[in-house]
């Protein structure tokens, strides 16, 4: 099992993980965000995006429920399962179809647990007094990958 935590001071922090989860990233992987409303998912989402497809303005899919984007290692999709009601809507969207050949990012992870895959990383957000964390979780596979990066990590832990 895999499991980082980390400080978060600030915006940099924030965008330095994102970035860095970019580059060990591969089609297939789906990363599972879970927090409370306004802990900062959305943002780590939009430096993951902007990292991977240059684009500067990337709209929230709660209406949506997801959208798209390129990227030079393939489709990315970022889904937001917040009003996600029930299981017949997953199934109806069609977007886990997708998973094996595309990046996944999923806000409110949660909703959706069911369907998702057991080798996913879970990034888990919280605001406790006056600050966050963020804690990776997954598999030993992502130990493999991403120790290295984040052992020399400068975020206060």
């Known amino acids: 099992m895999y499991c980082k935590k980390f400080k978060l001071n ?3 922090a924030t965008k330095y993980i994102a970035i860095n989860l970019y ?6 992987d789906l990363f599972a965000l879970y927090g409370d409303i306004g802990v900062g998912k959305s943002t780590f989402v939009r ?17 949506n429920i997801y959208f798209k984007y390129q990227s030079p290692k393939g ?15 997953v199934i109806n969207l ?13 806000e ?15 990034i888990k957000i919280d605001y406790y007094n006056s600050f966050r964390t963020l804690t990776l979780s997954g598999d030993k596979s992502w130990g493999k990958r991403l120790d290295k990066t984040f052992s ?5 832990k």
């Not at 430096?47 to 209406?63: D, E, G, K, L, V």
Request: net charge negative.
């Open 23 to 28: 580059k060990h990233s591969k089609c297939g």
């Open 10 to 12: 600030s915006l940099e």
């Open 94 to 106: 069609g977007v886990l179809d997708s998973l094996k050949e595309s990046i996944f990012l999923v």
């Open 47 to 63: 430096y993951f995006i902007n990292t991977a497809a240059r684009q500067s303005y990337i709209p929230s899919p709660s209406f």
């Open 75 to 89: 489709p990315i999709y970022h889904m937001d399962a917040w009003r996600i009601e029930n299981e017949e809507e």
């Open 152 to 156: 020399r990590v400068k975020i206060e």
């Open 108 to 122: 409110w992870a949660e909703n959706i647990e069911t369907f998702l895959p057991t080798n996913k990383l879970k």
